[in-house]
């Protein structure tokens, strides 16, 4: 019975959606495994402590690799981050990216920091509005076609929200190592 168990969670772990944990990688991004991302593709991820980890200028991070098909034309990759636990917003905190972009080689030709804004949906269009967390974009140029989305974690940042039954107004949400992160690479 608790093989079964077992193999039913295996399974899960798997998933295309998710990048495969390798906690040991690495000493240059060319080690790193790369998710495949498709133009108007939209997908979630789950930064934890069990994915491949790198010394980014910031201190070592826990990333995602993205690998884009070649493209002649520049493109837009848009980034939204979610609280861990919206529903317990003093105990909760945010995976808050930035994106390496990675040359051929493995080494960075550029860093890019992400200004994020607070990102709303309708949870009934028009009518009742809910926060689902901040969403930022970047331009990748021509030819870019693998990025790292990790965070820095040893810089002190917080993301803020307008609340107004919370004491000052805002809600702050501090940034931590691991977290949700959905990255959408837009058609275009």
Not at 8 to 15: H, K, P, Q, S, T
Not at 67 to 79: E, G, K, N, Q, Y
Not at 113 to 139: A, K, Y
Not at 152 to 158: D, G, K
């Amino acid at each position: 019975m608790g093989v079964a168990g077992l193999a039913g969670c295996a399974g899960i772990e798997d998933l295309p959606r998710q990048p495969k944990p390798s906690a040991a990688c690495c000493r240059s991004l060319s080690d790193a495994t790369f998710v495949t991302l498709a133009p108007g593709e939209t997908r979630e991820f789950r930064i934890t402590a069990d994915l491949q980890a790198f010394g980014f200028p910031e201190g070592r991070s826990y990333f995602v690799g993205l690998a884009l098909a070649r493209s002649d034309t520049p493109r837009t990759l848009t980034l939204r981050t979610i609280p861990v636990n919206a529903f317990r917003p003093r105990e909760t905190h945010v995976f808050i990216p930035r994106v390496a972009v990675v040359a051929p080689d493995g080494s960075v030709s550029r860093y890019v920091e992400l200004e994020f804004q607070p990102h709303t949906q309708w949870t009934i269009q028009g009518v009742l509005p809910r926060n689902s967390g901040w969403r930022g974009s970047l331009t990748v140029a021509a030819g870019e076609t693998r990025l790292a989305v990790y965070t820095a974690t040893l810089l002190q940042q917080t993301l803020r929200l307008s609340l107004p039954d919370e004491p000052g107004g805002y809600w702050y949400v501090p940034s931590g190592p691991t977290g949700v992160i959905e990255i959408t690479l837009n058609d275009g």
